[in-house]
């Protein structure tokens, strides 16, 4: 019988795995997906308070209290604002990666 040679296999103990690369912009898209499904706000509740009142008593120092929904209405709406700039930020990034100025 002939002997058939075989090739010297490489010890895997020794070697890291390699990590898994995705394509620029896969993780991108996937944590636009999971902020757009989440509803939780995107600001903490104190510091947001905090930077409210701050403004508020550099503009006026005639109002000084404020309703614990009236502040949750502020944040709920800073974060749809926040959240529609950032896509519409990405959109246009994505777009300007297919368009190429020559």
């Known amino acids: 019988m002939a002997r058939v040679k075989q090739t010297p296999r490489h010890a895997r103990e020794n070697q890291e795995r390699k ?6 912009g896969t993780v991108a898209l996937r944590e ?9 706000l995107l600001i903490p509740y104190a510091p947001f308070v ?7 008593n550099q503009v ?5 209290r404020w309703t614990p929904e009236a ?9 749809q604002s926040g959240s529609r700039v950032d896509d ?4 246009i990034g994505g777009i300007s990666e297919y368009f190429v100025d020559d």
């Open 71 to 79: 502040l949750l209405s502020l944040q709920e709406a800073e974060s």
């Open 88 to 91: 519409i930020a990405c959109k």
């Open 50 to 56: 905090r930077c409210v009142r701050e403004i508020t």
């Open 19 to 24: 990590k898994r690369r995705n394509k620029p």
């Open 32 to 40: 636009i997906k999971k902020l757009q499904k989440t509803f939780q």
């Open 60 to 64: 006026s120092s005639l109002v000084t």
